[in-house]
């Protein structure tokens, strides 16, 4: 079975430039989880979807940043303007709705770096 | 508020030695605990989960984990380790509110030949 598949893996853009990184979950995971991870904050939850929902945005650093869902199977995280701080590797993560039983399943993320 | 702790950064082990590594947990009511491995440029892999029942849970790779209420801890063991699970492991609780993990700061695991 296909896992969670991220695109891209790797990007390198200048600093004011729109980024956007692209996510898709596992076929009949109806939860999808955005991730930022750092050295110096570790891994950072930044909003979930429950049925293509957003649930909690709470953890989206500034207004610069959005995810949508328009659909089951594909999200995007957007930053627009991209700073050099927002350099991080971005996981996307999926599990069944309500199953806080489950397990997350993680994409191999993508690696952004601001210049 | 849930929360979870991984007291070491780092866990050095030779080669064929048991392995231990520290998970602490703090929630209101059961806890869904959860073990990930992260390699070098990958995400997150899904390793073992407790929800109830056998306090030993047996996950991938031959790594299980021990749930004790009692101490609030939640172990991750393997009773010989190789130089390849060499990673960067997590502890996680769910949160019983949300969907939402709360996530250890992880602690990398370095096998020695």
């Known amino acids: 079975d296909a896992g969670v598949i991220q695109s891209p893996r790797h990007e390198v853009t200048e600093m004011g430039q729109e980024v956007t990184l692209r996510c898709k979950p596992i076929?009949?995971?109806?939860?999808l989880f955005w991730y930022r991870q750092t050295m110096m904050r570790g891994l950072e939850l930044l909003i979930y979807?429950?049925?293509?929902?957003?649930?909690?945005d709470s953890g989206m650093p500034e207004d610069r940043f959005s995810a949508k869902m328009p659909n089951a199977s594909f999200s995007t995280l957007k930053i627009q303007p991209s700073e050099p701080r927002d350099s991080a590797v971005y996981f996307c993560?999926?599990?069944?709705?309500?199953?806080?039983?489950?397990?997350?399943?993680f994409g191999d993320g993508t690696r952004l770096s601001i210049l | 508020a849930q929360s979870v702790a991984q007291p070491e950064d780092q866990v050095n082990v030779a080669e064929g030695n048991p392995l231990t590594v520290k998970c602490t947990y703090s929630v209101s009511g059961n806890p869904y605990l959860f073990w990930y491995v992260q390699y070098p440029n990958r995400g997150l892999q899904f390793l073992l989960k407790?929800?109830?029942?056998?306090?030993l849970v047996k996950g991938s790779y031959g790594f299980e984990a021990e749930f004790n209420k009692s101490q609030t801890s939640f172990h991750l063991k393997k009773p010989s380790a190789l130089v390849s699970d060499s990673a960067l492991y997590f502890c996680?609780?769910?949160?019983?509110?949300?969907?939402?993990?709360?996530f250890g700061t992880g602690t990398r695991l370095q096998v020695f030949p």
């Open positions: 076929s009949g995971h109806n939860s």
């Open positions: 407790y929800i109830t029942g056998d306090n």
């Open positions: 979807f429950n049925n293509n929902v957003p649930i909690d």
């Open positions: 996680a609780v769910r949160d019983h509110n949300t969907d939402k993990l709360i």
């Open positions: 993560a999926s599990s069944p709705y309500g199953g806080q039983r489950q397990p997350q399943h």
